[in-house]
């Protein structure tokens, strides 16, 4: 799923402590870098919405899972 990324987002992930990147979720491996599941997550690493140059919406992963 994609939604637009914009101030309102980053304010409201501030506001509700709002978590959508890898290094959030429970199937990350923080040694590799690499989601335990195989899938490639380049565009739902932190480093990919880099503030100065975030893309135009969020990738949201359907398999993401708090830890």
Avoid: I, W
Avoid at 40 to 65: E, I, Q
């Amino acid at each position: 799923m994609e939604v637009v990324l914009n101030q309102t987002f980053f304010e409201q992930c501030r506001e509700y402590r709002f978590c959508y990147t890898c290094e959030h979720c429970a199937h990350f491996d923080d040694l590799t870098g690499q989601c335990l599941h195989g899938y490639p997550n380049r565009m739902h690493r932190l480093k990919h919405y880099d503030p100065s140059h975030p893309p135009a919406t969020v990738l949201f992963c359907k398999d993401f899972d708090l830890v």
